[in-house]
Nanobody, 126 residues
């Protein structure tokens, strides 16, 4: 069983930065594709960024390209989301997700992931 715990959310002004962390425990984290998703009130949960098991492949949703960076440190069982130039429309609950089976690629759909964290709130004020 894999447990995921997000941290690093908070309130920030537009143009500011935050770094989210997702710490994993349990099974072999280093084999798993990971993703960051977000869900705003009344909206579906959508992918923000995804990363392959070794960080060699990454994916970004169009609206965050050039502003957000996903990375992972397998020695620390942690995946990160660096968020720069934040906008009010980035406001949402951000979730970390793991696909707990080895794969060489990334995945961008919620249905592809079987383990989720509890979420962390990110609020960007204008």
């Amino acid at each position: 069983q894999v447990q995921l715990v997000e941290s690093g959310g908070g309130l920030v002004q537009a143009g500011g930065s935050l770094r989210l962390s997702c710490a994993a425990s349990g099974r072999t984290f280093s084999s798993f594709p990971m993703g960051w998703f977000r869900q705003a009130p009344g909206k579906e949960r959508d992918v923000v960024a995804a990363i392959s098991w070794n960080g060699g492949k990454t994916y970004y949703e169009d609206s965050v390209k050039g502003r957000f960076t996903i990375s992972r440190d397998n020695a620390k069982n942690t995946v990160y989301l660096q968020m720069n130039s934040l906008k009010p429309e980035d406001t949402a609950v951000y979730y970390c997700a793991a696909r707990t089976a080895y794969s060489g690629t990334y995945y961008s759909q919620p249905r592809d992931y079987d383990c989720w964290g509890q979420g962390t709130q990110v609020t960007v004020s204008s």
